[in-house]
Structures are given as C-alpha cells and as structure tokens.
C-alpha cells in the first residue's frame, strides 16, 4: 500500500516551508539576495542544508520564491493605493507617494527586487513583475485619457517608461544616494509632466 501523508504532516510540511520563506525573507531584508545562501538559511531557520533541498531545489528557486512573495505585497500595495482618490491626479500622487514610502521603509528589500543582480529565476520574476506594475498604470492612465482628464498619449510606452524611472530614482545602479525629504514630491512632479500635465 503506498504512503498517504495525513493532513497533520501536510500542515507540519507548510508550516516548515513558511517558516523557511520568512525566514530567507528576513536574510534578504539584511543584505539582499546576495546574503541569502543555502547555509545561512539553514543556520537561521535552525534547520540543516539538506532540509532546506527538501522544499526547493536549489538556490534560485527558492530566491525566486522569496521574490515573488514580497513583490506580490508590494504590487497589492500599489493596486490598493490606486483606489485613494477622486481624480487620477490624486491617486497617482497617493500611489507614488506609498511605493516611495514602502522602499525607504526597508531600503535593502527594495534595493534587491528591483535592481540587484540576481540568478536568472529572479530576473525572469523580476521581468513579470514589472510588467504587472505597468499593467496598473496603465489602467489608471487609460482611465485618465478616456475621462479627459489626461491627454491622448502612447499608454503603454509611458507607463513601461514611469515603472523604469521610478525604480531607477529609488535604488538604480545609476542613482546616487538620494534626500530622503522630497524623493516622492520629485517623483509626483515627473511623472506628472510625463502623463501631460
């Protein structure tokens, strides 16, 4: 007769696996992706090595998974702050002014799902993330068009190009350690002018 597992050791089995996802979370809140190893999990989860390879493969699937766990939270985020307001104006402003607030909350968190190097299983998470991000904005400019409230414009590449300029403004490569006091009133006043006004 084959083994069944009872419901008691599937609910033991996903609480170990969450208890690892916080876990590596919480490492990659620290020193980003590149401070979650195999062995540091292990050491503070409490678990050994070879436990951690009986929930994920290897070490990108599981990055991959802390990826897409906390971008999930920061795209809810985004899509719930998009509901504050009469006009487009007003929730632009309250959606960009709680993304930039969320990153400086925990700079390193956001530092790593949005510009670190990682493995190529983030990077593929990364890339439909970023296309979940401009699938909102796009929605509130097409919004903005249709209400008169925005001019005609190209929806699509001006929402790619805001999802690009606001993540490089927060944490890219490129950027320099920006003033903390008006990062979200300079990004409200670009993105304004970006969509027309």
Partial sequence: MAYRETDQVRARK??????????????????GFANLTMQT???????????LYRYFDNKGRLAAEVF?????????????????????????????QEFVRRAQSAPKLAWALIAEP?????????LHYRRQYASLYQALLREGVASGELPEQNIAVVAA????????????????????????EALVGFCLRAIGL
């Fill in 41 to 51: 999990l292990a050491r503070q989860a409490r678990v050994g090595v070879g436990t």
């Fill in 68 to 96: 897409r766990r906390a971008t999930e939270r920061e795209v809810a985020a985004v899509a719930q702050a998009m509901t504050h307001g009469d006009t487009v104006v007003a929730r632009l402003t309250h959606v960009l």
């Fill in 161 to 184: 190009a805001m999802v690009g300029g606001i993540a490089e403004a927060l944490v890219g490569p490129l950027s320099e350690p920006l003033e903390q006091d008006d990062v979200a």
């Fill in 118 to 126: 990682v493995d190529p299983e983030v990077d593929s998470e990364r």
């Fill in 14 to 31: 996903a609480a170990q696996r969450e208890h690892l996802l916080v876990s590596a979370e919480q490492l990659v809140r620290e020193g």
